[in-house]
């Protein structure tokens, strides 16, 4: 169940998820049907007293690349987080030809006499500060490997995709905190937060790679001018953070083909300049991530629903970003409703706290979530009031789903609170046959935040599914 309607959709829709996440996530949601309910009138019922089972369940997994749709960010680390176990992220992507080939006859045509000599390699990757997660001034050991299988832009790939690499070309350790930058031609320097991984002037002079086949001699000019020929010597590269390090608690986050900086930069100089070329990670160019999630140990691992141990009515719902978790939530008993036309159905979920959480990971929770259902083939599909809230542009006004925080008893309470009454009518009048609902978040492959939300095990702050309705006579 691997290339399911529901990602491919999701994955089309992300940017203008998280467009309207920015402008609307402090705002209270109003679903449909909100302030037009006369709950004074006779006929007019409501309940909040429906039986909610919830539990978590595993992700088969999540589309990372399409080429229609590109990521805007790319996760890369290994984050050791003390509830959900141990999460790690490697990036994978083609470079590609960029702008202008250098002079054929002041660079290519004197590396054989020596005119023109190569200085040094350098990859250099923007960060999105903004997508980071854990704790950054961790140093980080992090290494570039060269791909052994080719990747292919016109092939859709998933989290669990993965490519053989040799040995690192380069490698080193990186403090995330320490921001470098990057001096180019005209004197100008950009100073974006970035990473810089050095391959020094006799370590690429050496490597077989530059002296038989990109800075050989006249025949190198192809690899500068013609992306298959490219390809055909330089398949891509993976970025991997080594995962045997004892504390690494880091998920960095990486701009590619949206960055203006990001690729391998060859720096050289000839008989009369300095200069450098860039491959990039374009918009044409594959670039994915592969996710894994080890759950073995960790406080999370007896919540989890397997074939055969699901448990229902648990105290805490867990959900993840990248390939994690998803929450699930079943609503067996709508019979007693007495044959409703349901006017408003609003499903909340309160923020949950579990003893041994760290500070940072529990003040950080996903700042979205939405609602899905599997359709007859078991394919993961969005339900129809999140449908209709996306079509008229309005995700948090519509369908809500964003995090909210009120103080009840001198206590800050934060909610999720998400607008079923499509899928609950659905449900009751026998057009939706199964009765789970599955809970995730928006953007996800870009996210590597996560909530715990109160179960329906929770003595006080158990899911709650407010329903008004009318008796349909």
């Known amino acids: 169940m691997k290339k399911t309607i529901f990602q491919q959709f999701m994955f089309a829709t992300s940017i203008i998820l998280m467009f309207l996440l920015a402008t609307t996530s402090c705002n209270e949601p109003s679903p449909i049907g909100a302030g037009v309910i006369d709950t004074d009138r006779p006929d007019v019922l409501s309940t909040d007293t429906l039986t909610l089972l919830t539990s978590s ?8 690349y399409n080429g229609l749709n ?11 987080d003390p509830i959900f176990g141990k999460s790690t992220s490697e990036i994978n992507a083609q470079l590609r030809v960029a702008g202008s080939a250098p002079d054929s006859v002041t660079f290519f045509d004197n590396i054989s006499s020596l005119g023109t000599e190569l200085d040094s390699v350098v990859f250099v990757l923007e960060y999105d500060q903004d997508q980071f997660f854990g704790n950054d001034i961790t140093q980080q050991d992090i290494s570039i490997h060269l791909l052994d299988e080719s990747m292919d832009n016109l092939v859709t790939y998933y989290s669990t995709d993965n490519f053989l690499a040799g040995d690192p070309l380069v490698s080193g350790t990186i403090n995330p905190s320490q921001f470098d930058s990057l001096t180019v031609i005209g004197d100008d320097t950009i100073r974006l937060p970035l990473m810089r991984l050095v391959l020094n002037k006799t370590d690429a002079q050496a490597h077989p790679l530059f002296s038989n086949i990109l800075f050989k001699d006249a025949s190198s000019f192809i690899y500068y001018k013609d992306d298959d020929a490219l390809l055909d010597v330089l398949k891509g590269v993976k970025i991997s953070v080594d995962n045997t390090t004892p504390v690494n608690d880091l998920m960095m986050a990486f701009k590619m083909s949206n960055s203006s900086v990001s690729g391998m930069f060859l720096h050289y100089h000839t008989p009369t300049d300095t200069s450098f070329y860039r491959f990039r990670f374009t918009s044409n160019a594959a670039q994915m991530a592969s996710f894994e999630h080890d759950y073995a140990g960790s406080p999370v691992e007896p919540f989890i629903d397997g074939v055969n141990d699901e448990i229902d009515g648990e105290e805490y ?12 939530i079943r609503i067996p008993y709508t019979s007693g409703l007495q044959n409703p036309i349901v006017n408003q159905a609003q499903l909340t979920l309160t923020i949950g706290t579990i003893p041994n ?3 940072f990971y529990r003040d950080n929770p996903l700042e979205q979530l939405f ?8 394919e993961l599909i969005i339900i129809a009031d999140l449908s209709t809230a996306i079509e008229v542009g309005s995700i948090s006004g519509v369908f809500g789903g964003n995090l909210v925080e009120r103080t009840e008893n001198n206590i800050v309470i934060s909610t ?7 899928h609950l009518q659905d449900v009751i009048t026998g057009v939706e046959t199964s ?7 928006t953007a996800k492959a870009q996210s590597a935040n996560r909530s715990i939300i109160f179960g329906s095990g929770h003595s006080t702050y158990a ?3 407010n329903v008004t309705y009318t008796i349909n006579q």
């Open 57 to 64: 369940v595993k992700d088969d997994s999540i589309r990372t």
């Open 70 to 80: 590109l990521l805007l960010t790319y996760l890369c680390g290994v984050l050791e």
């Open 317 to 328: 719902i867990f959900i993840q970003g990248m390939q994690g978790l998803n929450g699930k």
């Open 357 to 359: 959480d760290v500070t």
């Open 371 to 378: 609602l899905s259902k599997k359709n007859s083939d078991g």
């Open 416 to 422: 999720y609170t998400m607008n079923i009454t499509e």
């Open 435 to 441: 009765d789970e609902l599955f809970i995730s978040t």
């Open 463 to 465: 899911p709650k599914l």
